[in-house]
T-cell receptor, first 113, second 115 residues
Framework: DGGITQSPKYLFRKEGQNVTLSCEQN?????MYWYRQDPGQGLRLIYY???????QKGDIAEGYSVSREKKESFPLTVTSAQKNPTAFYLC????????????FGPGTRLTVT | KNQVEQSPQSLIILEGKNCTLQ??????????LRWYKQDTGRGPVSLTI?????NTKSNGRYTATLDADTKQSSLHITASQLSDSASYIC??????????????FGAGTRLAVHP
């Protein structure tokens, strides 16, 4: 998992509530990413940030929001607008956006009932 | 459409046996291909990464091959161990204008090694 931490490991929420997932890295990486993983599917990109105070939508950004106020932190908020939020969420970072290598955190499993 | 397809979806082998996992891709413009190992409930960890000009790369008991002409890759695991039980994910990278490196993930092959 390198120097990327995600918390909490398991998260339970009621439908209609917003929830924020934490991602912190001490690798001094410029770029950070959020992915969603569902059974039988490949990871899908939600949002990415190439540098502090900048972020871009990925393939499935609807119902999610992010911020990048500090280099080491990239929190993801799952809003009530996300129709199917139950999933395994993975945060990753890379030295820069052009880097081959992305390092993944341990993930957060979110269950919404 | 950029896609990565892996087969088989799942595989059970006995400890000590060898196995080969397959990955076919239709990704353009191709930058590199990597294999990740993901233990249940954990984040993926990189095993190998290959660029267009490389056709084989090893990492201990793991050997990856790449045929850029047929757009196929394989991951061969030798003398399997119980700790090899995991999902193996093929990831192809496309380099777009501006230098942004987009990753396209396969759904993974779930490997179970039994004693």
């Amino acid at each position: 998992d390198g120097g990327i931490t995600q918390s909490p490991k398991y998260l339970f929420r009621k439908e209609g509530q917003n929830v924020t997932l934490s991602c912190e890295q001490n690798l001094n990486h410029d770029a950070m990413y959020w992915y969603r993983q569902d059974p039988g599917q490949g990871l899908r990109l939600i949002y990415y940030s190439q540098i502090v105070n900048d972020f871009q939508k990925g393939d499935i950004a609807e119902g999610y929001s992010v911020s990048r106020e500090k280099k080491e932190s990239f929190p993801l908020t799952v809003t009530s607008a996300q129709k199917n939020p139950t999933a395994f969420y993975l945060c990753a970072s890379s030295l820069d956006p052009n880097s081959y290598e992305q390092y993944f955190g341990p993930g957060t499993r979110l269950t919404v009932t | 459409k950029n896609q990565v397809e892996q087969s088989p979806q799942s595989l059970i082998i006995l400890e000590g046996k060898n196995c080969t996992l397959q990955c076919n891709y239709t990704v353009s413009p191709f930058s590199n291909l990597r294999w990740y190992k993901q233990d249940t409930g954990r984040g993926p960890v990189s095993l190998t990464i290959m660029t267009f000009s490389e056709n084989t790369k090893s990492n201990g008991r793991y050997t990856a091959t790449l045929d850029a002409d047929t757009k196929q890759s394989s991951l061969h695991i030798t003398a399997s161990q119980l700790s090899d039980s995991a999902s193996y994910i093929c990831v192809v990278s496309a380099m777009f204008s501006g230098g942004y490196n987009k990753l396209i993930f396969g759904a993974g092959t779930r490997l179970a090694v039994h004693p």
